[in-house]
């Protein structure tokens, strides 16, 4: 095989990574690899994620990573990828979490369009969950976006956190590039001034836009013109449900204090029916390659977790029995969960419960239909005739009637 400072070069790949045994390669970027691997102590598929060797080199980075793994053991989310499993001293550090099979939002938009109605409204207040969850154990996410998103069974789960905060700021300082996707960068990594909890509340804007539109919330176009319309608030709402865009475009200000809190995102997200009918406005550019406004369902479970392009991955079908993604229960924010998975199987996961739409208004009072021949109008008594024509009404100028007359 061949190998560069221990890392694999090509399309080869390393048999075991730990004692995990690596199945194949599902994605790659700046910073590291990941892999889907099997642990035979629990024959459960799990993504493993490498650092490359130039960030492995990094002794402020590696401490970063590891100083964040613990951070991150604690986040208990039904809407974040669980870590269980890391090793930050080793020649190439790695990172091990749970395999979440299906589609990223990136892929999702891309191939089927905009999320509309119970979609839209499962993927923001999931979102918004996640990112609260990810606060209450004062860890900041810095790179939401549709490719760090799946698409799990209709919740959106967040994945690659892990190794991006960890590492991005000592890249940063020490050669000046950003780190991250420009189209869902904040004012502030583009200024260079402190970040927070409302970095990841930026994010989210970015990120729903992307997901209710089908276009990039900031446009195309250069890193300055894009790096300019973010500082002035210039985000892409067209085709945007309307009951969506009071809270985007706070959450996109380029005030922090000004953005709501993941709490509070939680709160109005919570009451938000998108469901309803709306009509899209017209006049917005349309984007190449998008199929139109639609409601996109959750794709069904596959029989195999590899083919079903889990992590936001694609590539064959392996000769695995499938593994059901389990809900973890919930701990109390604080309590660590480190170490490694035990051999008693997975933990288990509390299901997702999808946001209580609003309490319908009382129900229309049932009138009586109209019939051929009579007026509609309040119950009468039914007259003593026989006779079905209807002509003008008699009585009193301005009396309302529904008698027919006779003949």
Do not use: C
């Not at 079903?308 to 695995?320: I, L, N, Q």
Request: without cysteine.
């Amino acid at each position: 095989m061949a190998m560069s400072a221990g890392f694999p070069t090509g399309e080869e790949l390393p048999e075991r990574i730990g004692h995990y045994v690596i199945r194949r390669r599902i994605g790659a970027g700046g910073m590291g690899v990941v892999y889907q691997a099997e642990d035979p102590r629990t024959d459960q598929f799990v993504a493993v994620k490498v650092l490359k060797p130039e960030v492995a080199g990094d002794h402020i980075a590696r401490a970063r990573l590891a100083r964040e793994v613990e951070t991150m053991r604690r986040v208990q989310s039904p809407n974040v990828a669980e870590v269980i499993d890391a090793d930050t001293q080793a020649e190439l550090p790695w990172v091990v979490t749970e395999y979440i099979p299906g589609p990223t939002l990136d892929a999702t938009v891309t191939d089927h369009g905009p999320l509309r109605g119970r979609a839209l409204t499962r993927f923001v207040t999931g979102m918004a969950r996640a990112i609260k969850d990810i606060h209450a154990v004062d860890v900041i996410h810095r790179d939401l976006k549709p490719g760090n998103v799946i698409i799990s069974n209709g919740e959106p789960i967040v994945i690659d956190f892990g190794i991006a905060h960890a590492v991005d700021g000592a890249k940063l300082t020490q050669t000046g590039t950003f780190v991250g996707t420009p189209s869902y960068l904040s004012p502030e990594v583009i200024e260079g001034t402190d970040l927070g909890p409302a970095t990841d509340v930026h994010a989210w804007g970015g990120t729903v836009a992307f997901a209710s539109t089908g276009r990039p919330p900031y446009g195309a176009g250069s890193f300055e013109v894009i790096f300019f319309r973010i500082l002035n608030g210039e985000i892409d709402m067209d085709g945007m449900h309307e009951a969506l865009r009071p809270l985007v475009n706070r959450a996109v200000s380029r005030d922090m204090s000004a953005r709501p809190t993941a709490a509070e995102l939680v709160a109005e997200t919570g009451r938000l029916n998108l469901d309803l009918p709306w009509t899209e406005p017209t006049g917005g550019m349309p984007h190449a390659g998008q199929t139109g406004g639609h409601t996109v369902h959750a794709p069904a479970p596959t029989q195999n977790p590899a083919a079903s392009g889990g992590h936001g991955g694609g590539g064959s079908a392996e000769r695995r029995r499938p593994v059901p993604r389990a809900r973890r229960s919930a701990v109390p924010p604080g309590t660590s969960r480190a170490g490694p998975p035990t051999a008693g199987g997975p933990r288990t996961r509390a299901a997702v419960t999808p946001p209580t739409p609003p309490a319908p208004g009382p129900a229309p009072r049932r009138r009586r239909p109209a019939t051929r021949g009579r007026v509609a109008g309040p119950p009468t008594r039914t007259p003593r005739t026989t006779s079905a024509a209807v002509g003008p009404p008699r009585g009193r100028a301005g009396a309302r009637t529904t008698r027919p007359p006779t003949t």
